[in-house]
C-alpha cells in the first residue's frame, strides 16, 4: 500500500471523477432566465369593449346607491340605512379596483383616474357611515361622501366613451 499522503491526491482525484458522473441537467434546453419573455401587457380595450365594461363594472354600485338614496327618501330607519351605506361601501370598494384594473383606450384613462381619485375620498365615508352608531353620523357620512360622488369625473368617462352623461334630477 501506498502512504497516506500519496492516496489523498488519488482520493480527490475519483471523488470529483464521480461527482462529475451525478445527474446532469441539459441547461442547454432552458434559455437563460434574462431571454425567457415576459408577459406582455393586456392590450387596452376597443372602444366598443371599454363601454361595455364600464357599464358593467358600475351597476352594481349604481344600483346600491339608489337603493340607499330610496330608504332615505322613504323615512327607512337609520340602521337600515346604515346597512345600505355598508353596501354602498362593498359595491365602491368593488367597482374602483375593477375600473383600475382595466386596461382602458387612452382617451379614457385619464377620466377614469380622476373619477378613482373622487371614489378614493368617497369610499373613506361610506366605510365610516357603513360603522356609524348614531342618525346623525350616518347623515353626516353620506352626506360627505355625496360631496364626493364623482358625477363630473363619471360624466367625463361617459363622454369619452360614447355614452349619455347623467342628467341631475
Do not use: F
Not at 92 to 113: D, G, K
Not at 142 to 159: F, M, P, S, T
Request: overall charge positive; aromatic content about 4%.
Amino acid at each position: 500500500m501506498g502512504s497516506p499522503v500519496r492516496r489523498w491526491p488519488a482520493a480527490l482525484a475519483l471523488v470529483l471523477l464521480l461527482a462529475g458522473c451525478g445527474e446532469s441537467v441539459d441547461r442547454t434546453l432552458q434559455p437563460p432566465v434574462w431571454q425567457t419573455p415576459s408577459p406582455t401587457a393586456p392590450a387596452p380595450l376597443s372602444p366598443k369593449e371599454a363601454k361595455g365594461r364600464y357599464l358593467a363594472i358600475v351597476a352594481p354600485y349604481n344600483t346600491a346607491l339608489e337603493a340607499l338614496e330610496e330608504a332615505l327618501k322613504a323615512g327607512k330607519p337609520w340602521r337600515t340605512c346604515r346597512d345600505l351605506a355598508r353596501t354602498v361601501a362593498v359595491t365602491s370598494a368593488t367597482h374602483a379596483e375593477q375600473l383600475r384594473t382595466t386596461v382602458w383606450p387612452a382617451a379614457v384613462q385619464a377620466p377614469v383616474t380622476a373619477l378613482l381619485k373622487e371614489n378614493d375620498v368617497a369610499l373613506r365615508h361610506w366605510k365610516l357611515a357603513a360603522e356609524t352608531t348614531s342618525a346623525e353620523a350616518l347623515m353626516r357620512e353620506i352626506r360627505a361622501a355625496a360631496a364626493h360622488d364623482g358625477g363630473e369625473q363619471a360624466n367625463k368617462v361617459r363622454a369619452t366613451l360614447g355614452l349619455p352623461v347623467y342628467q341631475e334630477s
